[in-house]
């Protein structure tokens, strides 16, 4: 009896104690919670929170899910991320109970979808998107990502037969294609052609029908991307396409091929025409010619931005095609307050051997707001051009400069920056940039002004013209013959940077001599240069003294950066000895 009297009090106590111990885990949670609360985290309001963490999730990739990891932080955390219907409207295709779950917790919001195709075991993981595709009309952004399984994409497109009433921007593209050749090709019809909120449509690397249904008249953005795929179309199927969205305000055309006729004259227009009145930015990437034609037929208002990227077939005077249909986009035919749309600041940077860009605003710069804004702020320029060709010879850089400046619109310019280029003869200067005729401020940097003083001493008659090819046209005989500057004839403002000023700009002168002549050839004119000096070497207190007798007005900082030791040259301690030194160009052999 005694045993089983143990074995009943033995119970009783175990009983006890698991009693007790509840109770003190209880207390203990109680406890924990109530310091839990102490924590600012717990005491932001419940919106405020779900703010939070829709943010972090909007810092991740679509593909990345650890911003799931904040619903597990604590109970608290867990009930406003489960109340947070906008954090869960992001969905990520995975398997079906997943896809499932975010439809459930995201409640009626608008859904934000991302279709990855590109991985093989997608097949097996996106059973899931059927139900979005059933639930379509709550799709507002949709993006697919394709790959090179055609059955899986296939597949797809067959389930988006729904209508898509507040569906705001599609995107299709092909990330992996590299070969030549398409993978993808998009149906001429999508969600029944009901999709009137849509603005923004992406296809790239993929093919697609001119006639399709996602190019309607709600587009404001679109892109159409043809590298590695080589669409074969005619201007007319693009310019039908486009007139189908006349709110149009971005224009994406990048390597749109469009068969360009043999008579296909640039400043001629000829065929069919649309007009884009809304368009804020055109961008075209592709063959000179082609990227040529394209422009003569889409008219749009003067302040439309243009980046024009072209590439030459064969020739490097393809680039006058491109010339000569931006001219024909800046006449302002009837157009109020023309002066206010043409292009006056100018400059061009050499990207490599075989590339260069122009970069024209239509504000006018004065030099110094010119040179800070083509370093800062190229993006906002009116005129964007990059050219591109085959070889790496100088020659053939500055013969695609002559071609693209000879046939732009450029006769308004009146800021021009030149940065680090090769040395352009003198004539060169003249025939590239001959037609800047109203010029009157320019900024040069480094070996690109060896030349230049020379050019600017160049004249030549006011009535007759001379062609690129030599052939002088003469002006009418009863009017008088003067002689004028040959190169930017206004201009009354010249900066230097990092100019050299012992370089031989010809065989028995330094760049000195030159620019000394040259500020007395241009006082015979009546026109009196302002030059400023910047981080040039060579260039001592004296000559700035000699450039202010002869007229000049000259601004420096008195930086003497220096190749010699002034007192090896002023022997005699005359102000004069320098110029023995400046007689003869320095060079290291004369050490």
């Known amino acids: 009896?005694?045993?089983?009297?143990?074995?009943?009090?033995?119970?009783?106590?175990?009983?006890?104690?698991?009693?007790?111990?509840?109770?003190?885990?209880?207390?203990?949670?109680?406890?924990?919670?109530?310091?839990?609360?102490?924590?600012?985290?717990?005491?932001?309001?419940?919106?405020?929170?779900?703010?939070?963490?829709?943010?972090?999730?909007?810092?991740?990739?679509?593909?990345?899910?650890?911003?799931?990891?904040?619903s597990y932080v604590c109970r608290f955390w867990r009930s406003v991320a489960l109340q947070t219907p906008r954090l869960w409207t992001c969905i990520n295709f995975k398997a079906e109970p997943w896809v499932s779950l975010q439809l459930e917790r995201s409640k009626n919001m608008p859904l934000v979808a991302h279709v990855d195709l590109r991985a093989r075991q997608f097949a097996s993981k996106c059973d899931g998107f059927a139900l979005v595709a059933e639930r379509m009309d709550r799709v507002r952004h949709l993006?697919?990502?394709?790959?090179?399984?055609?059955?899986?994409?296939?597949?797809?497109?067959?389930?988006?037969?729904?209508?898509?009433?507040?569906?705001?921007?599609?995107?299709?593209?092909?990330?992996?294609?590299?070969?030549?050749g398409p993978t993808s090709h998009v149906p001429t019809q999508l969600f029944r052609g009901e999709c009137p909120s849509l603005k923004y449509v992406e296809l790239r690397q993929c093919t697609w029908c001119w006639a399709t249904t996602l190019f309607t008249y709600t587009v404001t953005h679109l892109t159409l991307d043809g590298h590695n795929v080589h669409p074969r179309t005619t201007v007319d199927e693009i310019l039908s396409a486009l007139?189908?969205?006349?709110?149009?305000?971005?224009?994406?055309?990048?390597?749109?091929?469009?068969?360009?006729?043999?008579?296909?004259?640039?400043?001629?227009?000829?065929?069919?025409?649309?007009?884009?009145?809304?368009?804020?930015?055109?961008?075209?990437?592709?063959?000179?010619?082609?990227?040529?034609?394209?422009?003569?037929?889409?008219s749009f208002p003067m302040e439309t931005q243009l980046i024009l990227c072209c590439n030459t077939f064969r020739r490097l005077d393809e680039f006058i095609a491109v010339g000569h249909a931006v001219a024909t986009k800046h006449r302002g035919e009837g157009v109020v307050d023309i002066e206010d749309h043409r292009l006056k600041s100018l400059t061009f940077v050499p990207l490599s051997e075989n590339s260069l860009q122009l970069t024209a605003w239509k504000?006018?710069?004065?030099?110094?707001?010119?040179?800070?804004?083509?370093?800062k702020q190229p993006g906002h320029a009116a005129l964007q051009l990059f050219l591109q060709w085959g070889g790496r010879s100088p020659d053939?850089?500055?013969?695609?400069?002559?071609?693209?400046?000879?046939?732009?619109?450029?006769?308004t310019v009146r800021t021009f920056y030149i940065p680090k280029y090769f040395s352009l003869a003198d004539q060169a200067w003249i025939e590239v940039f001959g037609g800047l005729k109203g010029v009157n401020s320019v900024w040069v940097k480094g070996m690109a002004a060896t030349h230049l003083p020379d050019a600017l001493r160049r004249e030549t008659c006011s009535q007759c013209h001379v062609d690129t090819t030599g052939d002088v046209t003469l002006g009418d005989p009863l009017r008088r013959h003067t002689r004028v500057p040959s190169l930017f004839p206004l201009l009354h403002t010249l900066t230097l940077e990092e100019v050299d000023f012992t370089s031989e700009a010809c065989p028995d002168a330094s760049f000195f001599w030159q620019l000394q002549d040259a500020v007395l050839e241009r006082a015979k004119h009546s026109n009196r240069l302002k030059?400023?000096?910047?981080?040039?070497?060579?260039?001592?207190?004296?000559?700035?003294?000699?450039?202010?007798?002869?007229?000049?007005?000259?601004?420096?900082?008195?930086?003497?950066?220096?190749?010699?030791?002034l007192r090896d040259i002023d022997s005699d301690d005359s102000e004069e000895d320098y110029e023995d030194y400046y007689n003869e160009p320095w060079s290291d052999s004369d050490e």
């Not at 679509?62 to 799931?68: A, F, N």
């Not at 990502?145 to 729904?162: A, D, L, N, Q």
């Not at 640039?266 to 069919?272: A, C, L, R, S, W």
């Not at 504000?363 to 370093?375: I, N, S």
């Open 243 to 298: 007139e189908l969205m006349p709110n149009l305000e971005r224009l994406d055309l990048d390597h749109i091929t469009p068969e360009v006729p043999w008579f296909f004259i640039p400043n001629v227009e000829v065929g069919h025409f649309i007009h884009l009145p809304r368009l804020k930015s055109l961008r075209i990437d592709a063959l000179a010619l082609n990227c040529a034609i394209l422009l003569c037929h889409i």
């Open 396 to 411: 053939f850089s500055v013969a695609s400069l002559l071609y693209a400046c000879r046939s732009l619109p450029l006769e």
């Open 531 to 565: 030059l400023t000096i910047h981080r040039c070497r060579n260039f001592i207190i004296e000559q700035l003294q000699d450039l202010r007798m002869v007229g000049a007005e000259v601004t420096w900082n008195g930086e003497e950066i220096l190749d010699f030791d």
């Open 1 to 70: 009896m005694s045993a089983v009297g143990d074995k009943e009090f033995v119970e009783r106590t175990r009983e006890r104690i698991d009693r007790e111990l509840a109770q003190l885990r209880a207390r203990i949670y109680v406890l924990v919670t109530k310091r839990n609360e102490l924590s600012h985290a717990l005491t932001l309001p419940v919106e405020l929170l779900s703010e939070i963490f829709i943010l972090n999730a909007v810092t991740h990739a679509p593909d990345d899910l650890s911003w799931v990891n904040v």
């Open 143 to 180: 993006t697919i990502s394709s790959g090179e399984m055609r059955g899986t994409v296939h597949k797809r497109w067959r389930h988006m037969t729904y209508p898509a009433p507040i569906l705001e921007s599609f995107i299709f593209h092909n990330p992996s294609q590299t070969r030549s």
């Open 363 to 375: 504000e006018a710069y004065c030099a110094d707001e010119l040179h800070d804004v083509a370093r």
